[in-house]
T-cell receptor, first 118, second 113 residues
Framework: DSGVTQTPKHLITATGQRVTLRCSPR?????VYWYQQSLDQGLQFLIQ???????AKGNILERFSAQQFPDLHSELNLSSLELGDSALYFC?????????????????FGPGTRLTVL | GEDVEQSLFLSVREGDSSVINCTYT??????LYWYKQEPGAGLQLLTY?????DMKQDQRLTVLLNKKDKHLSLRIADTQTGDSAIYFC?????????????FGAGTRLAVHP
């Protein structure tokens, strides 16, 4: 158990809908990362928040957005869903910002939310 | 460039050694990682190596880094059925003032009796 929790575990919805995935980082971790894992694209970094602020962006679609709240939990919002958005969405947390420097930036992954878009 | 490549599948007999290989493209990578993903679970960090090291050993795990060839390998000694999982190689390199983690596609390790 990494200490990172994600809800819900499974989500089934229809095309065009909007969903919200939730992540609670490990106690004390300030960084939250979101990843998408699909069969054809592998594990793709979407976005990082550090202490409430967006820190780095990866391959995140404009239909997707995220935020990190004062209690450090984070939500990933996916809208206008398409069939191709079906994937496992992972959240990871880290105590450090991931900024320049030589800290090893170990990321602790949650169990994931499996999203199925029908 | 941002590309991490791994072979997709490896099958070994229980008790043998497993070697999972990875190549990466960015020579400015500072850390390289090996993550393990068991069925239905998230990724778990197994081990990591700093870019100025050639080798790191941690119990049954040995990581070898060849910076010249940008090649990373993970050796698992005395492989057990519980080692069956997907293994991801990842590199960390600076991008836009911050460090990004880029993952390979994962190698599925199957351990058979």
């Amino acid at each position: 158990d990494s200490g990172v929790t994600q809800t819900p575990k499974h989500l089934i919805t229809a095309t065009g809908q909007r969903v919200t995935l939730r992540c609670s980082p490990r106690s004390g971790d300030l960084s939250v990362y979101w990843y998408q894992q699909s069969l054809d694209q592998g594990l793709q970094f979407l976005i990082q928040y550090y202490n409430g602020e967006e820190r780095a962006k990866g391959n995140i679609l404009e239909r997707f957005s995220a935020q990190q709240f004062p209690d450090l939990h984070s939500e990933l919002n996916l809208s206008s869903l398409e069939l191709g958005d079906s994937a496992l969405y992972f959240c990871a947390s880290s105590p450090v910002s991931g900024g320049p420097g030589l800290d090893r930036n170990e990321q602790f992954f949650g169990p994931g939310t499996r999203l199925t878009v029908l | 460039g941002e590309d991490v490549e791994q072979s997709l599948f490896l099958s070994v007999r229980e008790g043998d050694s497993s070697v999972i290989n990875c190549t990466y493209t960015d020579s400015s990578s500072t850390y390289l990682y090996w993550y393990k993903q068991e069925p239905g679970a998230g990724l778990q960090l197994l081990t990591y190596i700093f870019s100025n090291m050639d080798m790191k050993q941690d119990q049954r795990l040995t990581v070898l880094l060849n910076k010249k060839d940008k090649h990373l390998s993970l050796r698992i000694a005395d492989t057990q059925t519980g080692d069956s999982a997907i293994y991801f190689c990842a590199e960390r390199f600076p991008s836009g003032g911050y460090n990004k983690l880029i993952f390979g596609a994962g190698t599925r390790l199957a351990v058979h009796p």
